[in-house]
């Protein structure tokens, strides 16, 4: 039987405190579950959080949603949480 391969297109936002190990932990895990199936990860990372904040001013760009909507993991979710993030950032005085 031969199977299709697929390509995840997975955004990671590993952000501060506990997140960057827990990506760190868990991609690799992915990776593996989708190589058994026969399927291919391909991994975007986003440096969005406080540690960019206080690099660039902003802790993540304005078109934050629109780069995630590019991938297939998160699609709907993670940029509508994006969105929400930066709508409530905006909405503080936040310069995102």
């Known amino acids: 039987m031969t199977r299709d391969t697929k390509v995840v297109r997975l955004a990671v936002i590993p952000g501060d405190g506990i997140?960057?190990?827990?990506?760190?932990?868990?991609?690799?895990?992915l990776?593996?579950?989708?190589?058994?199936e026969g399927h291919r990860l391909d991994v975007t990372s986003f440096d969005w959080g406080g540690e960019?904040?206080?690099?660039?001013?902003?802790a993540m760009p304005a078109d934050?949603?629109?780069l995630v909507r590019?991938?297939?993991?998160?699609n709907a979710t993670t940029a509508d949480v994006a969105s929400a993030v930066l709508h409530a950032m905006k909405s503080q005085g936040w310069n995102t």
């Open 52 to 58: 960019r904040f206080l690099r660039q001013g902003a």
């Open 31 to 36: 990776h593996a579950a989708l190589e058994a």
């Open 70 to 74: 590019k991938t297939d993991a998160g």
């Open 19 to 29: 997140g960057p190990e827990v990506v760190a932990a868990t991609v690799p895990a």
């Open 64 to 66: 934050a949603a629109d």
